[in-house]
T-cell receptor, first 116, second 117 residues
Framework: AQSVTQPDIHITVSEGASLELRCNYS??????LFWYVQSPGQGLQLLLK??????LVQGIKGFEAEFKRSQSSFNLRKPSVHWSDAAEYFC??????????????FGQGTILTVHP | DGGITQSPKYLFRKEGQNVTLSCEQN?????MYWYRQDPGQGLRLIYY???????QKGDIAEGYSVSREKKESFPLTVTSAQKNPTAFYLC????????????????FGEGSWLTVV
């Protein structure tokens, strides 16, 4: 069974500082990989996704993520954080092939706090 | 605009009562999903349906039931058998004919808060 680990439950950064949120997954092959962001009491918004090809993926709001097969990682980065980036971030994987599309497995989430 | 609508946003349930959460989508998606979110645990899959009149249990289906009589609707009933129903519930959907491999995006609703009183 697939699993996702986000080692950091809570991260605090200063506005303008760089950000990296970690995500490691366990899966027999390369899964589909996603990063979602959630504001309090709201649904999930897709930041970016990796299916294949270039391992550096660009997303919305200035975020990017790099897929590293050798490390089974898909870390999310942003060069300069804005106060509006404060939210909870979820890494998720979905199996490739078959009829299991949409059956996402989520990490526990990382809460991002941004200090002015 | 196309999207997923969940209702109600907030719902209170008394002990022993069944309640139903609504999920409607106008995206013409075949596959729909229900997730439960608890603090510090991410989201967990309750039930999913890939086609009308068919649905499958997810990882935490006990105490829940669903139906899929129409393509656009996938209601979730939280039964009295669910001993700890207080949570945030999210509905999602994706087009089945193309799926993730074709680059489709999974869409999420805005969620419903269920509290036991």
């Amino acid at each position: 069974a697939q699993s996702v680990t986000q080692p950091d439950i809570h991260i605090t950064v200063s506005e303008g500082a760089s950000l990296e949120l970690r995500c490691n997954y366990s899966y027999g092959a390369t899964p589909y990989l996603f990063w979602y962001v959630q504001s309090p009491g709201q649904g999930l918004q897709l930041l970016l996704k990796y299916f294949s090809g270039d391992t550096l993926v660009q997303g919305i709001k200035g975020f990017e993520a790099e897929f590293k097969r050798s490390q089974s990682s898909f870390n999310l980065r942003k060069p300069s954080v804005h106060w509006s980036d404060a939210a909870e971030y979820f890494c998720a994987v979905a199996p490739t092939g078959g009829t299991s599309y949409g059956k996402l497995t989520f990490g526990q989430g990382t809460i991002l706090t941004v200090h002015p | 605009d196309g999207g997923i609508t969940q209702s109600p946003k907030y719902l209170f349930r008394k002990e022993g009562q069944n309640v139903t959460l609504s999920c409607e989508q106008n995206l013409n998606h075949d596959a729909m999903y229900w997730y439960r979110q608890d603090p510090g645990q991410g989201l967990r899959l309750i039930y999913y349906s890939q086609i009308v009149n068919d649905f499958q249990k997810g990882d935490i289906a006990e105490g829940y039931s669903v139906s899929r009589e129409k393509k656009e609707s996938f209601p979730l009933t939280v039964t009295s058998a669910q001993k700890n129903p207080t949570a945030f519930y999210l509905c999602a959907s994706i087009g089945r004919d193309r799926g993730l491999a074709a680059g489709n995006t999974i869409y999420f609703g805005e969620g419903s808060w269920l509290t036991v009183v």
